[in-house]
C-alpha cells in the first residue's frame, strides 16, 4: 500500500495562476482531510470530506475550492493564486468513524510568486 | 474555541535523557486531544490520542501522555531520549466531537544531543 499519496511535490506559481493538488489514497478510506502548514502556525485544516460526495469548510477555506473525484481521491484547487498561498499542503485521510487516527501524505511544497 | 498551546517551540535534550513537550488546551468541555510527530520532509505520524479513556496514554516508540484536567494540560513524555526521536511535534485538539476537525498547536522541534 502506498498510503496517501500527493502530487506534485513542489510548485512554483505566479501570482493569478490556477492550480490543483492532487490526493489520492489506497486503504478505502471515507474521509479525507486538507491541511497547509505554514511557519510557526501549526497545521490549519482547510477543507474535509467526511465521505464520498461531501465536503466542508475548515479553519481556513478562503481562496480554496475542493473536489471529492470519488472515494480515492480529493483534490484541492487555487483559482487564483496568491503569495498568501505559499506554504506547505498536506492530505490526509481517515477510516470515516468518529476518533479516528488521520494518515498524512508527504506534502506539496508550493510557493506563489 | 479549542485551542492548544504549546510551550517552547525548540528544545534540545541529550541522548538518554528525559524528554519533555509541554501542550495546554483551552476548552469548555473535556476535549479529544492528540499529539502527532513530523520528521523532515515527511507528513505526521499519530504518536498517541486521548479520548476521555484512561488519563495516562501510552503512545508509539516510547512515549505517553498525561491528561491533566486541573491543569489544562497534555504533555508529552519520554524517559530516554534516542536520536531518532528528534523530529518536530505537535499538539492537537478536536474541535468537531468527531476528531474531523483538529486544531493544531504551532509545533515543538526537538533535538536530540550526542
Known amino acids: 500500500n502506498a498510503g496517501v499519496t500527493q502530487t506534485p511535490k513542489f510548485q512554483v506559481l505566479k501570482t493569478g495562476q490556477s492550480m490543483t493538488l492532487q490526493c489520492a489514497q489506497d486503504m478505502n478510506h471515507n474521509s479525507m482531510y486538507w491541511y497547509r502548514q505554514d511557519p510557526g502556525m501549526g497545521l490549519r485544516l482547510i477543507y474535509y470530506s467526511a465521505s464520498e460526495g461531501t465536503t466542508d469548510k475548515g479553519e481556513v477555506p478562503n481562496g480554496y475550492n475542493v473536489s471529492r473525484l470519488n472515494k480515492r481521491e480529493f483534490s484541492l484547487r487555487l483559482e487564483s493564486a496568491a503569495p498568501s498561498q505559499t506554504s506547505v499542503y498536506f492530505c490526509?485521510?481517515?477510516?470515516?468513524?468518529?476518533?479516528?487516527?488521520?494518515?498524512f501524505g508527504p506534502g506539496t511544497r508550493l510557493t506563489v510568486l | 474555541a479549542q485551542s492548544v498551546t504549546q510551550l517552547g517551540s525548540h528544545v534540545s535534550v541529550s541522548e538518554g535523557a528525559l524528554v519533555l513537550l509541554r501542550c495546554n488546551y483551552s476548552s469548555s468541555v473535556p476535549p479529544y486531544l492528540f499529539w502527532y510527530v513530523q520528521y523532515p520532509n515527511q507528513g505526521l505520524q499519530l504518536l498517541l490520542k486521548y479520548t476521555s479513556a484512561a488519563t495516562l496514554v501510552k503512545g508509539i516508540n516510547g512515549f505517553e501522555a498525561e491528561f491533566k484536567k486541573s491543569e489544562t494540560s497534555f504533555h508529552l513524555t519520554k524517559p530516554s531520549a534516542h536520536m531518532s526521536d528528534a523530529a518536530e511535534y505537535f499538539c492537537?485538539?478536536?474541535?468537531?466531537?468527531?476528531?474531523?476537525?483538529?486544531?493544531f498547536g504551532s509545533g515543538t522541534q526537538l533535538t536530540v544531543l550526542p
Open positions: 490526509a485521510s481517515s477510516p470515516g468513524g468518529d476518533l479516528d487516527t488521520q494518515y
Open positions: 492537537a485538539v478536536d474541535r468537531s466531537g468527531s476528531a474531523r476537525q483538529l486544531t
